[in-house]
């Protein structure tokens, strides 16, 4: 068992500035109108650095910065970006306890998970998109004797990205190892839950990238957000968040007519079928642990499986052993290598999930375990802590409808595979979704039959960078990882040729 100091603190080499600006044209500088906005650790609620408060002046610096660098930064060769993306991964990698001490830090996230899953993953996502752009083709298509098409890929120039506060540098990652290896400059706005993070991140690799190809402007959404979304110097926006900030990307983006790639909001069911439980096994185990993931990062996750659907012939007896598996989850601190569930991102996200606990209770669901905001004691005592709880209930309600984006999963019985695939696709959303059976046949069907981009079958939340993942209906447009994210961030270039 480790705990961690605090950033900042005399035991902890993490250092923390007072206050940090933007990263613009490779170096970091202060907000041009000289504001600041505070920044709190999850675990504690204090305020433990200030970050420049982004405006539209902050963001047209970053796209001139951009602008300036993004030709020659296509130019390069493939060979030159990939050895790039490759040395970020190896700097972030020979810093990974760090920077996971220091995303846990900020986020309230446990350690254990940034150690084992966020910083890793990172790495892995910046070499994957070094390997995919080595290995991308043009084609060739010969027309007749003396006429040939050729197609290229060409970068789209300077992209936005804007991404959300649950996993600050997972999702940076994501948006950035695809754009930088396909030859964009980018401007990136994290959250303002977040800002700080990333700014580390950049801190450590920001020397790899030519001055210009990488910029960062932190703020608030309508402040710095939608000046950068709304930008005719903008070729493309990236942006992961809620589905309702997703409706107002589309719309700036519209003006612009530029493509837009959403990941959005969830609502995703997990589904476990009758056989799951034929025997006491550790696929049985494996499907409890499944179950469990709601509550994973604190259930600030877009795919948790926020719905579980049970079969009603084996509801009783899952249901117990399912429970008592969540009451084993330890709420704790953060940096303690011993916790599995850390605290809520902020307060504002603490108090919207403890108003959907008063409305689960309102409208009838029962709570089988948790449902109330949790008292830590000592100097985490102001920190942002959640139950996990589980409601029982029906589909129809508003806990089962509307995404909670905290550890908070709502159950609910079903009959046949039939039952189960309507209650299933009965959301707005469509992002992530588990089966659990030990019947290939019944798992492949429901996978296929589930309206979502991503069904976990008999797994729940592994992200491998070479999965495609991204949203059907109101969870999104578009995909992420997987080198098809390469064509997302280019144009295609045709050029006819008669010889
Ligand atoms: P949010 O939409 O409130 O904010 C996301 C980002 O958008 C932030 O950087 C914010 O500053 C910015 N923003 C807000 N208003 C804006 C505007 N008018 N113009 C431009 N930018 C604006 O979302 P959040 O609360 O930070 O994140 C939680 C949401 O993100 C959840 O709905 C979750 O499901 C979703 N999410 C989706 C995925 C996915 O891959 N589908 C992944 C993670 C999170």
């Keep these: ?24 044209g490779g170096e970091f500088v202060a907000p041009k109108k000289g504001q600041y906005f505070e920044n709190f650790a999850p675990q504690t609620g204090e305020v433990f650095t200030q970050v420049g408060r982004g405006t539209e002046e902050d963001i047209e610096a970053a796209l001139d910065a951009a602008h300036n660098a993004a030709d020659s930064w296509g130019r390069t060769s493939t060979t030159e970006r990939a050895n790039i993306l490759v040395q970020i991964a190896q700097r972030i990698e020979d810093n990974l306890e760090d920077l996971a001490v220091l995303e846990s830090w900020e986020n309230g996230k446990a350690v254990r998970e940034t150690l084992a899953a966020d910083l890793p993953l990172a790495v892995d996502h910046f070499r994957y998109f070094a390997g995919a752009l080595r290995a991308q083709e043009g084609s060739i298509s010969e027309i007749d004797e003396n006429t040939i098409a050729y197609h290229f890929h060409e970068p789209l120039g300077v992209v936005g990205q804007i991404i959300p506060w649950n996993f600050p540098i997972l999702m940076a990652t994501w948006k950035l190892a695809p754009a930088l290896a396909a030859g964009n400059a980018v401007v990136l706005k994290p959250a303002e839950q977040t800002p700080w993070s990333i700014l580390k991140v950049v801190e450590l690799i920001g020397d790899l990238l030519p001055p210009g190809v990488l910029n960062i402007v932190n703020g608030f959404g309508a402040e710095a957000g939608k000046p950068l979304a709304s930008n005719k110097r903008v070729a493309k926006v990236a942006f992961t968040g809620e589905t309702t900030t997703g ?85 704790g601190n953060p940096l303690d290598t011993e916790t599995t569930m850390g605290a809520q991102a902020s307060n504002d ?122 949203g059907y209906k109101q969870s999104g447009i578009g995909r992420e990882n997987h080198r098809m994210m390469l064509d997302h961030y280019q144009q295609t270039k045709n050029l006819l040729v008669s010889y």
């Design 349 to 470: 996200q603490l108090e919207k999930i403890k108003s959907y606990l008063d409305i689960g209770k309102q409208e009838g669901a029962k709570v089988l375990t948790g449902g109330e905001q949790a008292k830590l004691d000592g100097d985490l005592a102001g920190g942002y802590y959640v139950q996990p709880t589980v409601f029982e209930g029906d589909n129809s309600m508003r806990v089962f409808q509307e995404e909670i984006f905290g550890p908070v999963v709502s159950v609910t019985q079903f009959d046949d595979e039939a039952d189960a695939l309507k209650t299933a696709n009965d959301t707005l959303y469509g992002l992530g979704a588990g089966v659990w059976s030990r019947d290939a046949g019944r798992a492949y069907r429901m996978g296929r039959g589930i309206k979502a981009g991503r069904v976990w079958t008999n797994n729940y939340h592994a992200y491998p960078a070479h999965a495609a993942f991204g």
């Design 1 to 24: 068992m480790t705990v961690y100091e605090r950033p900042g603190s005399s035991g902890s080499k993490i250092k923390v500035e007072e206050k940090y600006g933007h990263f613009i």
């Design 247 to 331: 409706r107002l990307i589309m719309q700036y983006a519209s003006q612009n007519l530029i493509p837009v790639t959403l990941e959005l909001g969830g609502k995703s069911p997990n589904v476990f079928f009758d056989d799951v439980a034929s025997e006491r096994d550790a696929f049985y185990d494996k499907a409890l642990e499944g179950f469990t993931m709601f509550a994973l990062n604190q259930g600030e996750v877009c795919t948790c499986p926020s719905r579980a659907l049970v079969q009603s012939s084996i509801y009783s007896e899952f249901m117990k052993d399912a429970v008592a598996r969540v009451e084993k989850i330890k709420l």
